[in-house]
């Protein structure tokens, strides 16, 4: 029998601090690669010199420089320029553990049923903020085969379905993978999970980096037209009270009052059920009460408003809905196809 072959793909920017501990990773993996194709959007820290040295002294190993590409770009050009069977991708700043290729792609090999896989994904913080903002940043993937997605952070899938799909859709800065992955699923691909494939990643430093993470999500959610609009606006009308209520308090004391039952609601409501959920895993009460709360009612805000944000832009704004529309039906054509 004829062996499949693999790719290990990553797009990199700027990554001079983690891109030897990330390529030190694909080189050391338990299941050796038959190629690693590196893009990089146009690194100005020295990023390139460590490709350099690294492909010169690797054969499997290559590196595209695709000067302002985005994520999607960049993995569409690496996945077009691989003459491998299955496609492993992950990305700049993550870290995968040695045994992550061999578990990642060992149910493509197993079940030719199967063509895509999702890992896992593992948080690696530097302090208790980070802790916490990772054990909220990431979701667990479903037991459930048809509710699961695989993401580009951690993933494995047939070369033929990215064809089949017509790519990573390239208009997207955020929510890429996920259109991706749906549109794989539409065209009938089935999701296994590696439970064994573990991806290390650092979540966001501070509360103004998460935000913009936040927002960017629901950007993305909404560019795809899958914004929930309702809870959006419901979500938004609570912060708009208690922020209005609370600016109003300082020429009536009265307003703190409705501030801060409108606080105690959302406490009961949005945070209190996600502590009680961290709980349950083991996470101290000292963290949970100092920094949850806090990320909790970021993600709320600056999510929804991006969410609201994204879905403007997808109905009013070219050619998001145009590209959505062309992608959905399999007439969209990467631009980067032949790169």
Same mark, same amino acid.
């Given at each position: 029998?004829?062996?499949?072959?693999?790719?290990?793909?990553?797009?990199?920017?700027?990554?001079?601090?983690?891109?030897?501990?990330?390529?030190?990773?694909?080189? %050391?993996?338990?299941?050796?690669?038959?190629?690693?194709?590196?893009?990089?959007?146009? %690194?100005?820290?020295?990023?390139?010199?460590?490709?350099?040295?690294?492909?010169?002294?690797?054969?499997?190993?290559?590196?595209?420089?695709?000067?302002?590409?985005?994520?999607?770009?960049?993995?569409?050009?690496?996945?077009?320029?691989?003459?491998?069977?299955?496609?492993?991708?992950?990305?700049?700043?993550?870290?995968?553990?040695?045994?992550?290729?061999?578990?990642?792609?060992?149910?493509?090999?197993?079940?030719?049923?199967?063509?895509?896989?999702?890992?896992?994904?593992?948080?690696?913080?530097?302090?208790?903020?980070?802790?916490?903002?990772?054990?909220?940043?990431?979701?667990?993937?479903?037991?459930?085969?048809?509710?699961?997605?695989?993401?580009?952070?951690?993933?494995? &899938?047939?070369?033929?379905?990215?064809?089949?799909?017509?790519?990573?859709?390239?208009?997207?800065?955020?929510?890429?993978?996920?259109?991706?992955?749906?549109?794989?699923?539409?065209?009938?691909?089935?999701?296994?999970?590696?439970?064994?494939?573990?991806?290390?990643?650092?979540?966001?430093?501070?509360?103004?980096?998460?935000?913009?993470?936040?927002?960017?999500?629901?950007?993305?959610?909404?560019?795809?037209?899958?914004?929930?609009?309702?809870?959006?606006?419901?979500?938004?009308?609570?912060?708009?009270?208690?922020?209005?209520?609370?600016?109003?308090?300082?020429?009536?004391?009265? &307003?703190? *009052?409705?501030?801060?039952?409108?606080?105690?609601?959302?406490? *009961?409501?949005?945070?209190?059920?996600?502590?009680?959920?961290?709980?349950?895993?083991?996470?101290?009460?000292?963290?949970?009460?100092?920094?949850?709360?806090?990320?909790?009612?970021?993600?709320?805000?600056?999510?929804?408003?991006?969410?609201?944000?994204?879905?403007?832009?997808?109905?009013?704004?070219?050619?998001?809905?145009?590209?959505?529309?062309?992608?959905?039906?399999?007439?969209?054509?990467?631009?980067? &196809?032949? %790169?």
């Amino acid at each position: 029998m004829q062996t499949e072959t693999i790719a290990i793909i990553s797009t990199v920017l700027n990554e001079r601090n983690s891109i030897k501990n990330l390529l030190d990773a694909f080189l %050391s993996q338990t299941r050796k690669a038959d190629e690693i194709i590196i893009v990089d959007g146009g %690194s100005t820290d020295g990023t390139l010199d460590l490709l350099q040295d690294y492909a010169r002294n690797n054969p499997s190993l290559q590196y595209i420089v695709a000067k302002g590409v985005n994520i999607a770009q960049g993995r569409n050009i690496a996945i077009a320029r691989a003459n491998a069977d299955i496609i492993a991708a992950t990305d700049g700043g993550c870290h995968p553990e040695p045994t992550w290729l061999e578990e990642l792609v060992k149910p493509l090999l197993d079940n030719p049923d199967f063509a895509a896989v999702s890992g896992v994904r593992k948080i690696e913080s530097a302090n208790r903020f980070e802790l916490f903002a990772g054990a909220l940043s990431t979701s667990g993937n479903s037991a459930n085969e048809h509710d699961r997605v695989f993401h580009g952070r951690n993933s494995a &899938f047939r070369k033929s379905i990215w064809t089949a799909a017509g790519g990573y859709p390239e208009w997207l800065y955020t929510a890429e993978d996920t259109l991706f992955a749906q549109k794989a699923k539409a065209l009938g691909c089935r999701v296994a999970l590696a439970s064994n494939a573990i991806v290390s990643w650092r979540p966001r430093p501070n509360l103004k980096k998460l935000a913009k993470q936040y927002f960017l999500y629901g950007r993305g959610t909404g560019r795809i037209a899958q914004a929930d609009l309702t809870a959006a606006f419901y979500h938004l009308r609570n912060h708009a009270i208690w922020i209005g209520t609370f600016l109003l308090g300082f020429y009536s004391y009265w &307003f703190w *009052l409705v501030s801060l039952a409108t606080l105690i609601f959302m406490y *009961l409501t949005l945070v209190r059920p996600v502590l009680n959920k961290l709980k349950k895993q083991g996470y101290d009460r000292l963290g949970l009460y100092a920094y949850v709360p806090i990320i909790v009612m970021t993600r709320s805000l600056y999510n929804n408003i991006g969410q609201l944000y994204g879905y403007w832009e997808y109905n009013k704004v070219e050619p998001f809905k145009k590209n959505h529309d062309l992608y959905c039906s399999g007439h969209w054509k990467m631009a980067h &196809f032949n %790169s």
